[in-house]
T-cell receptor
Framework: AQSVAQPEDQVNVAEGNPLTVKCTYS??????LFWYVQYPNRGLQFLLK??????LVKGSYGFEAEFNKSQTSFHLKKPSALVSDSALYFC???????????FGKGTRLHILP | DADVTQTPRNRITKTGKRIMLECSQT?????MYWYRQDPGLGLRLIYY???????NKGEISDGYSVSRQAQAKFSLSLESAIPNQTALYFC????????????FGPGTRLLVL
């Protein structure tokens, strides 16, 4: 069965520093991988996805993620954090041929001014 | 996302009551989903529907039922609410062809006393 893990409940980063939010996954076959962001009192918003091709995926708001098949990881990154990046981030995986997307438990990102 | 709306936004009910949460979308998507969000547990899939005649159970369907009244409408019912159904409920849609970006509604916060 497919699964996704976000090992950190919370990540604190100073504004202007690079940030990384970690995600690892487990699927039997090839994965589709996603990152979503949730701002307070809002639904989730799509950030980026990996389907195939280039392992480095660029998304909204300057975020990017790198698909690493050998480490089964899809970490979210941004070179320079903004206070407005503070939110709850969800990694998600879908196994090719499966109907459902499985979400991680979320990582709360705090960007400190 | 204003294209996916949920009503009500907040609801307080008592144990044993039947309640319905409604979701409407103007995106023209065939696929619709219901999730619940609990702190520390992330999003868990309750039910999903790929068209009006297709309803599927998700990870945690017990105690819930759904109705897909039209392509644009997907309702979630709690037949007899219990306190551990207190959560934030999200509806989402996707078109199934763009693998597989989901668009979320703003959520319904439900409190079962």
């Amino acid at each position: 069965a497919q699964s996704v893990a976000q090992p950190e409940d919370q990540v604190n980063v100073a504004e202007g520093n690079p940030l990384t939010v970690k995600c690892t996954y487990s699927v039997s076959g090839n994965p589709y991988l996603f990152w979503y962001v949730q701002y307070p009192n809002r639904g989730l918003q799509f950030l980026l996805k990996y389907i195939t091709g280039d392992n480095l995926v660029k998304g909204s708001y300057g975020f990017e993620a790198e698909f690493n098949k050998s480490q089964t990881s899809f970490h979210l990154k941004k070179p320079s954090a903004l206070v407005s990046d503070s939110a709850l981030y969800f990694c998600a995986v879908r196994e090719r041929g499966d109907d459902k997307i499985i979400f991680g438990k979320g990582t709360r990102l705090h960007i400190l001014p | 996302d204003a294209d996916v709306t949920q009503t009500p936004r907040n609801r307080i009910t008592k144990t044993g009551k039947r309640i319905m949460l409604e979701c409407s979308q103007t995106k023209g998507h065939d696929r619709m989903y219901w999730y619940r969000q609990d702190p520390g547990l992330g999003l868990r899939l309750i039910y999903y529907s790929f068209d009006v005649k297709d309803i599927n159970k998700g990870e945690i369907s017990d105690g819930y039922s759904v109705s897909r009244q039209a392509q644009a409408k997907f309702s979630l019912s709690l037949e007899s609410a219990i306190p551990n159904q207190t959560a934030l409920y999200f509806c989402a849609t996707s078109d199934g062809t763009k693998l597989e970006t989901q668009y979320f509604g703003p959520g319904t916060r439900l409190l079962v006393l």
